[in-house]
């Protein structure tokens, strides 16, 4: 193996494929700062259902009947399987599907977004599986926020990366004309989320498809770590994820 070595999105990376990607890691998460999410009277009762005291999430599936009527109660439940089982990620998987189904019926959108699981998904000449928000257009869905259950390690950071650019390939496959784009990863740590991103350039990925370093770095962010045991970690959580499905739904693509 060379020094710098072009990476495959289908193989196991290792240091030197970061460094020929020339990623920038932990910057500040900026890219929703300027998108606003106003909410009125039923907005306001709407999230008021994610914000149950913290007891009686950890009793929800022993009050189904009276949270039957809960917009958000699969997400309890599956947030009550992951305070049970810390490492299930099956149930961090559901937690984070079933808390972005919820938001997504928060208001109309123009955008058809939709969530799901091992979606099929072809790059070059093999398919690979990805969970996640996809953007459907006609028969074609494209990933645009994938989720990530976090192991809690070194690899972590490498897996975001990796789905931030399988993300931009295939949308820059089905778009070529665009200039730029954003990719999205809600990861998961436990009842723990965050959002990370990346801004790719249309020369960044035509860099990687010669197999030619790319001149320009890839600088990967990270918001802060929301606890969804507490109901502030949960309200500021939603409230990033409303910005981030707001600005999926009005980017404007060719």
């Not at 020094?3 to 020929?20: A, G, M, V």
């Not at 039923?42 to 999430?57: A, G, N, R, W």
């Not at 079933?98 to 123009?110: K, V």
Request: net charge neutral.
């Amino acid at each position: 193996m060379t020094s710098l070595q072009s990476p495959s999105i289908l193989l196991k990376w290792t240091p030197n494929h970061l460094n020929f990607l020339q990623v920038d890691d932990g910057q500040p998460f900026l890219f929703l700062s300027n998108i606003t999410v106003e909410t009125d009277k039923v907005d306001d009762e709407f999230l008021e259902y994610f914000l149950i005291p913290t007891q009686d999430v950890l009793n929800f599936l022993h009050c189904r009947s009276r949270n039957r009527t809960n917009p958000f109660r699969w997400v309890f439940s599956y947030l009550h399987r992951v305070l049970e089982v810390a490492d299930d990620p099956p149930a961090q998987i559901g937690l984070m599907e079933s808390l972005l189904e919820a938001l997504l019926s928060f208001s109309p959108r123009r955008t058809r977004l939709v969530t799901k699981r091992a979606e099929s998904l072809k790059i070059g000449g093999m398919r690979i599986k990805c969970d996640g928000l996809f953007r459907q257009d006609q028969w074609t869905l494209v990933p645009v926020a994938t989720f990530l259950v976090l192991k809690g390690s070194d690899d972590d950071k490498i897996r975001e990366i990796q789905q931030i650019l399988a993300q931009a390939i295939l949308a820059f496959t089905q778009q070529p004309e665009m200039d730029e784009f954003i990719g999205f990863v809600v990861c998961s740590t436990g009842a723990a989320l965050y959002l990370a991103g990346a801004h790719i350039t249309r020369g960044y990925i035509e860099s990687l498809r010669k197999y030619q370093r790319p001149s320009l770095h890839l600088q990967v962010c990270r918001s802060a770590t929301y606890d969804l045991k507490i109901p502030d970690g949960r309200k500021d959580v939603a409230m990033l994820l409303l910005r981030m499905l707001k600005y999926l739904d009005e980017r404007k693509l060719p």
